[in-house]
């Protein structure tokens, strides 16, 4: 197979993790026989800095042409000023905005040999294999008015959250698709005791529920969804929730696998064009120390292969290389152990092959 994959390395440590994701690529592309074109373009900061937008046109026309996208990170503190007119996260939402990306998938497994690099008591663990699926071009991250005044000596600042019947729909719709080859459980999280997007939500999920009669759907309200994550997280099994309640939960998600540098994610839409990217920052601590986990972005890239190239074995072995790989002991610092981020990529493509 040729296909197209724009890399969109960005800031702070998305250079390093990038790479690694590409030479992961380059390695499943010569054992498969395929051709991957491989084309770097701007967004974030580092776009800021040299055309003075987040996402420059050249960016969003390079991503619509191509068959799959990487992203590694964007932002950091030399952007962090919250006067500036424009921010690297902008670039970010603009391309899930304008790629029409509405669906975020955030798978959250467990490896066995890093039940211990979690700080939750490892029975607390054991089954835990979560789908968020978070909407990702809505709710307050996108609603409008939006705005910051300032009268008689106040300062407001307005965000608002908004979500429209076919924007829930079409999620509700996604996860329980997944939810059919899984354990057929969804559990949609709002905060309907208090927000009116939230009752909508409900009611839509609801209906969408009732056309698919092998799902259980439960509701639950956001709050005592994160005190679930950490008390009983194996009794989940697809999450689906809104744009912000996703962003957060699928963080503390994270922490049950043992480090945030390990989960990937995958924005899609209605086409076969994706996003993918690892689910954590730029970490800016740490970045150019080549010290950063790649398999998140390693990860990402596998679930590239999966949902806009149709290469599940590929998607598989790239999954497997990295289980292997843990389990006899790559580990980056944030899982304990020495390796580089380059060692860490050269780990895996050394399974692979
Ligand atoms: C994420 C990130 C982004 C988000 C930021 C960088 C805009 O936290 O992908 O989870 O909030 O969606
Ligand atoms: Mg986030």
């Known amino acids: 197979m040729d296909a ?31 051709v991957f074109q491989f084309s770097e373009k701007l967004v974030g900061g580092c776009a800021i800095d040299e055309t003075g937008t987040a996402l420059p046109d050249e960016s969003l026309d390079a991503c619509r042409a191509s068959d799959g996208v990487i992203l590694g990170a964007v932002g950091g503190p030399k952007w962090d000023d919250p006067n ?11 391309l899930r905005k304008g790629l029409g990306l509405y669906a975020n998938l955030r ?3 467990l490896h066995p040999a890093l039940a211990s690099a979690s700080p939750l008591k490892e029975e607390r663990l054991a089954g835990v294999d979560i789908m968020v699926v978070r909407e990702l071009t809505g709710g307050i991250y996108f609603g409008s008015p939006r705005h ?35 354990q057929k459980r969804v559990t949609s999280v709002d905060k309907a005791n208090v927000l009116e997007s939230s009752r909508l939500w409900r009611q839509v999920a609801d209906e969408v529920a009732a056309e698919h009669t092998d799902i ?18 194996s009794s989940f099994d697809v999450i689906v929730t809104g744009n912000m309640f996703g962003d957060i939960l699928s963080d503390e998600a994270s922490v049950l696998t043992g480090s945030l540098g390990l989960l990937p994610s995958a924005s899609l839409g209605d086409g076969k064009l994706g996003m993918y990217e690892p689910i954590h920052g730029s970490a800016p601590d740490i970045a150019g120390k080549g010290i950063a986990n790649p398999m998140g972005t390693i990860l990402s890239a596998a679930m590239l292969l999966r949902h806009s190239l149709d290469l599940e074995t590929e998607a598989k072995a790239i999954e497997t290389a990295v289980f292997d790989a843990v389990t006899e002991g790559a580990r980056s610092t944030d899982l304990g152990g020495d390796l580089s981020t380059k060692a860490v990529g050269e780990a895996v493509c050394a399974k692979l092959r």
Do not use: N, W
């Open 148 to 182: 910051r005044a300032e009268k008689d000596g106040v300062v407001r600042a307005i965000d608002t959250m908004e979500y429209s019947d076919y924007e829930v729909r079409r999620m509700v719709q996604l996860a329980c698709k997944i939810a059919k080859g899984r």
């Open 4 to 34: 197209k994959i724009t890399l969109l390395p960005g800031d702070g440590i998305g250079p390093e993790i990038t790479e690694q994701a590409r030479l992961v690529l380059a390695e499943v592309a010569s054992k498969f026989g395929h």
């Open 216 to 233: 259980t759907l439960d509701h639950q309200l956001v709050d005592s969804a994160a005190m679930r994550l950490i008390t009983q997280a």
């Open 84 to 94: 500036a007119k424009v921010r690297p996260e902008q670039g970010l939402l603009a």
């Open 107 to 109: 798978p959250v497994t």
